[in-house]
């Protein structure tokens, strides 16, 4: 069984940073993913990263976002520089295998999200 725990999430003013992980028990490697909740839209893929290290970013965040994994520690880590206001939302960390990246209906495990507010 697959368990997620995200955490960093917290305020910041515009062009701030904050770093976001998401450390993981339980699995097989394959595709890590955040994903970011605002209320009246769907969940939106923000960046992937698969076990070979492949990177995916929405074009909203290429540049300003890094993914990245620490194997040894079995953690994920989103930072994300020059914050805007429209990247406020909830970040979601989610685990998935042979998923298209950005599609949220195939990602089998999910942590309990961490907020991100950007003001």
């Known amino acids: 069984h697959v368990q997620l725990v995200e955490s960093g999430g917290g305020s910041v003013q515009a062009g701030g940073s904050l770093r976001l992980s998401c450390a993981a028990s339980?699995?097989?490697?394959?595709?890590m993913a955040w994903f970011r909740e605002v209320p009246g839209k769907e969940r939106e893929g923000v960046a992937a990263?698969?076990?070979?290290?492949?990177?995916q970013y929405a074009e909203s965040v290429k540049g300003r976002f890094t993914i990245s994994q620490d194997n040894a520690k079995n953690t994920v880590y989103l930072q994300m520089n020059s914050l805007k206001p429209e990247d406020t939302g909830m970040y979601y960390c989610?685990?998935?295998?042979?998923?298209?990246?950005?599609?949220?209906?195939?990602?089998?495990?999910w942590g309990q999200g961490t907020q991100v507010t950007v003001s």
């Open positions: 990263i698969d076990d070979d290290g492949t990177t």
């Open positions: 989610a685990y998935g295998r042979g998923v298209r990246w950005d599609d949220p209906s195939g990602f089998s495990y």
């Open positions: 339980g699995y097989s490697y394959a595709t």
